[in-house]
Nanobody, 118 residues
Framework: QLQLVESGGGEVQPGGSLRLSCVASGEILDGYGIGWFRQAPGSGREGVACISRRGDSSTYADSVKGRFTVSRDNAANTVYLQMNSLEPEDTAIYYC???????????WGQGTQVTVSS
């Protein structure tokens, strides 16, 4: 069974940057497509970015295009979300999500808090 652990969250000022990491254990990650989701207070969970199993394809929510970059290192069983030019509207708990490409089994991490405030 896959376990996902996010890290790298914190508090930054508007315009700042953070790099989130999602480390997988229990299975190798290259059988999974990976997504980053976020949930702000009082809002539903929304998709932010996703990346294919080999990292050759990625998509982004319109709200983060040009500011966020998703990447993965399958050898390290880790996925990253580089977040630049952060805005107060990016404040949320960020979750790592994995779905197996064959079985469609889904896993979620526990989340990491990102706060953008002056």
């Amino acid at each position: 069974q896959l376990q996902l652990v996010e890290s790298g969250g914190g508090e930054v000022q508007p315009g700042g940057s953070l790099r989130l990491s999602c480390v997988a254990s229990g299975e190798i990650l290259d059988g999974y497509g990976i997504g980053w989701f976020r949930q702000a207070p009082g809002s539903g969970r929304e998709g932010v970015a996703c990346i294919s199993r080999r990292g050759d394809s990625s998509t982004y929510a319109d709200s983060v295009k040009g500011r966020f970059t998703v990447s993965r290192d399958n050898a390290a069983n880790t996925v990253y979300l580089q977040m630049n030019s952060l805005e107060p509207e990016d404040t949320a708990i960020y979750y790592c999500y994995a779905r197996h490409i064959l079985t469609m089994t889904e896993y979620w991490g526990q989340g990491t808090q990102v706060t953008v405030s002056s």
